[in-house]
């Protein structure tokens, strides 16, 4: 079984740049959250995709923006970079059942803004 | 809103020492509750969780019990090893209008295990 896999591990962009970040989920999974993580601190829910729909989000702003696709694999958005973008990008995969269902991780993509 | 507060690191012990991390929670409904660890260089683990009041989740040793009364689910080790060092988060799930389950997370505990 394969587990969440993300693209790319690294990757170095100015202020005012967009970027896409890439998510596989588990097999099976029909459900991908993304979460940032600044450094020293626990990951913030960004949004969550069902079944290629948005199914909820938390406070960032409309610039961070997202995809997914058939094969449940995703994408996230970043437009108009800021400093403070700078983070760890975590994706989670789950199989949406109900209340409770386990996320399963992948290993992030760090994001650094200059 | 929902959070998570968990007692601030790093938490500093000797191997085969008794681990408490605690970990207390505001939240509207009745959420679901998690324990995540992320080693170094790695992404999260579900270390454990717990969905109901009074459920105890446990794995590898680790423990920890759902306490509605206290808002709490304070992680429990009885003898630690130098592999447990690593940072531990506490989490939440509660569902929103939309039914999106997204993790709140407390700012993660920094354990060190020295042997």
């Known amino acids: 079984e394969t587990g969440v896999t993300q693209s790319p591990t690294h990757l170095i962009k100015t202020r005012g740049q967009q970027v896409t970040l890439r998510c596989s989920s588990q097999s099976g999974h029909n459900t991908v959250s993304w979460y940032q993580q600044a450094l020293g601190q626990g990951p913030q829910f960004i949004f969550q995709?069902?079944?290629?729909?948005?199914?909820g989000r938390g406070n960032f702003p409309p610039r961070f923006s997202g995809l997914q696709f058939p094969n449940y694999s995703s994408e996230l958005n970043v437009n108009a970079l800021e400093l403070d973008d700078s983070a760890l990008y975590l994706c989670?995969?789950?199989?949406?059942?109900?209340?409770?269902?386990?996320?399963?991780f992948g290993p992030g993509t760090r994001l650094t803004v200059l | 809103g929902d959070s998570v507060t968990q007692m601030e690191g790093p938490v500093t012990l000797s191997e085969e020492a008794f681990l408490t991390i605690n970990c207390t929670y505001t939240a509207t409904g009745y959420p679901s509750l998690f324990w995540y660890v992320q080693y170094p260089g790695e992404g999260l683990q579900l270390l454990l969780k717990?969905?109901?009041?009074?459920d105890k989740g446990s794995n590898k040793g680790f423990e920890a019990t759902y306490r509605k009364e206290t808002t709490s689910f304070h992680l429990e080790k009885g003898s630690v090893q130098v592999s447990d060092s690593a940072v531990y988060f506490c989490a939440l799930s509660e569902q929103s209008g939309g039914g999106a389950d997204g993790l709140t997370f407390g700012k993660g505990t920094h354990l060190i295990i020295q042997p």
């Open positions: 717990a969905t109901k009041a009074d």
């Open positions: 995709y069902y079944r290629e729909e948005e199914n």
């Open positions: 989670a995969s789950s199989l949406k059942r109900g209340l409770g269902d386990t996320q399963y």
